[in-house]
Structure formats: C-alpha cells, structure tokens
C-alpha cells in the first residue's frame, strides 16, 4: 500500500477545500506550528509540516519559542493563538525541553483548534464516538485501509501497541468502523498466535522486526506503524521481505503510514476552520 500516493490525494483533497472554503466567503485556514527550543529533528519536522500546509494554501502562522522559555510564557504564547481567529490549528511541536509540562500546555489547546488530535478532550471524544479532530498518524492508518476498500465492519482487528499517539486511537477509531479489536501491548502472552487471528493487523510497538510470517495469517491486511533507522535507512516493526509473500496488503517502510502523518493534519486544519467559520464543505 503506497501511503506517498496515497498521501498526495490526501493533500490534493485539502487544497481543493481549501480554495472552497475561500470561495464560500471563509478564509483560508491558518496552522500555527510551535516550536520550543533547537531540537534538529523536531525543526526537520516543523518545516515540511510548514511547508506542506503552505502548498496547500494554507496561512503558515509559525511561532518558535527559545529553548529556555519559561511554562508561563509558553502558556502565554498558547493562550494567545488560542483566542486569536487566524489561528485555525495549533501543533505544539513535542518533545518539549524536560522544564515544560506538556501536559499543561496541551490542556490550553481549545478542542476545536487540536489539529494534531492529542488533547484530553479529543481522546474524551473519541473514546465516546463522538465528532472531534482525530489524531493525525491513527487517522492515517484508516484513510489508507479506506483508499484500499478494505472492509472494516465484523473484521478481526488487532493493534499491537496501546500508546495514546498511536495504538490506543487506532483500536478506537477501528472499533468506532465497527471491526472486532484487540489490542496487544509489552504483556500480551502468545503474541503471534494473537496477531494470526487478524483480518487487519495494525502494529505500533516500536521494536524493529517485531512482526515476522508466523504472526500473520494469510491474505491479511498489514500496516506498519513503526520507524527506525538502521545501517541500511529506514525500516519497520514488520519484517517486510517475509510478511509480503503471506499478507494480502502490506504498507512499507518508508514510504506507509509516515507519510500520512502530515497529510492528516491538512485535512484536521482544514475542517477545524470550516467548523470555525461555519462553512460545510
Ligand atoms: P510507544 O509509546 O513506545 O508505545 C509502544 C507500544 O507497544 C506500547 O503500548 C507497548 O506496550 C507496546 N509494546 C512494546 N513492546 C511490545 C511487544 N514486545 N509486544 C507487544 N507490544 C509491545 O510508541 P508509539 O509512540 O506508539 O510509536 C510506535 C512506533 O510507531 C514507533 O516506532 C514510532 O517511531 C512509530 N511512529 C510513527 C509515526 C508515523 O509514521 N508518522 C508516528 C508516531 C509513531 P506497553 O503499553 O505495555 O508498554
């Protein structure tokens, strides 16, 4: 399954509503990205999210923060994007440096501007089934098991990982699609045998190789949630080679899931402003 195809209609999606949004009298959404500190990965991550949400006609509202802010201030700065109506999204870049509590920071976010679906309030949402922005890489699981027509309702699925980033709202968002979910995690006894019950396997561990043929059942649809680097570049939780001669649809790394990531922070931005301005799109 190419999660960069894939990934491309999504951003071709986004910039259409966009420009409908605008027809419709709104104005185009504004993402306010916000970095703390001089972390390289995370101002890797910050640009092509800057730069993508800009390609899609979207106002980039960046704000950085130097590393030795101090929780009041950044409050501040988050309070401040909060009330302002530009600001459509707000992505509060984590990891944040070890004195800021980032848990208090998200708390400000206000539910209909959490573009990267993180807050307690939008885990409340989900977690009843009720509307709400989704949590972007959990959403991009689905967008690519639904670009695949892959039937969710009575399917066995089973998670392996129950993070709040990843694990636990895919199972969520699979259950809310009505499939029957399990989900695994570091306690799970027989884990392969647990895994070949799965129509849909959807593995977020984090331990490269984690997933071999013995865990998959045949004809199964397998995505790969896991990102490590290694000697020979980027690999997953699935070992690929093997998984792909068993699996019905398998995502590779690079190139599955991580691309999606962004993706679906367009597509939150974009709904979240036409919510705002109360244009249906
Ligand atoms: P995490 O917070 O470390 O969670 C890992 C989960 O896997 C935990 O629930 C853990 O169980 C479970 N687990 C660990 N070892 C296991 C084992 N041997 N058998 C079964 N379950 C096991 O990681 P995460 O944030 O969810 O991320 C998972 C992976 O996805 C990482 O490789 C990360 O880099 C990648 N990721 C990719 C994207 C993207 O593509 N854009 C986004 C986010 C994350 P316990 O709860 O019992 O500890």
């Given at each position: 399954m190419d999660g960069a195809a894939i990934a491309r209609g999504v951003r071709e999606q986004v910039a259409g509503d966009v420009a409908r949004l605008v027809a419709a009298g709104g104005t185009a959404p504004g993402l306010a990205t916000v970095l703390v500190g001089e972390d390289p990965a995370s101002e890797v991550y910050v640009r092509n999210k800057r730069r993508s949400c800009a390609a899609a006609g979207m106002v980039d509202l960046h704000r950085h923060l130097p590393g030795d802010v101090t929780q009041a201030d950044a409050a501040a700065l988050v309070d401040e994007l909060a009330a302002?109506?530009?600001?459509s999204g707000i992505l509060l870049q984590l990891?944040?440096?070890?004195?800021?509590?980032p848990g208090e920071l998200l708390a400000r976010i206000p539910v209909g501007k959490?573009?990267?679906?993180?807050t307690v309030g939008n885990a409340g949402l989900l977690a009843q089934g009720l509307p709400g922005l989704r949590p972007c890489t959990p959403a991009g699981v689905l967008e690519i098991l639904d670009h695949h027509e892959?039937?969710?309702?009575?399917a066995e699925a089973v998670v392996v990982g129950r993070s709040v980033l990843v694990g636990r709202p895919v199972a969520q968002l699979l259950l809310e699609r009505n499939a029957t979910v399990t989900i695994c995690h570091s306690?799970?006894?027989h884990l392969a045998e647990v895994c070949r019950r799965a129509d849909v396997l959807v593995v977020a561990?984090?331990?490269?190789?984690?997933?071999?043929?013995?865990?998959v059942r045949p004809g199964a649809v397998v995505v790969d949630v896991g990102i490590h680097r290694g000697p020979q570049g980027l690999h997953g939780d699935v070992r690929f080679d093997a998984v792909q001669d068993v699996a019905r649809l398998l995502t590779p790394v690079?190139?599955?899931?991580?691309?999606m990531t962004i993706a679906m922070l367009l597509a939150n931005t974009v709904t979240a402003a036409a919510r705002q301005q109360g244009i249906a799109l």
């Open positions: 302002d109506p530009a600001v990891p944040l440096p070890d004195h800021l509590d959490d573009v990267d679906g993180l892959v039937p969710l309702a009575g306690r799970t006894r561990a984090g331990i490269p190789g984690l997933i071999g043929p013995e865990a690079p190139g599955g899931v991580g691309p």
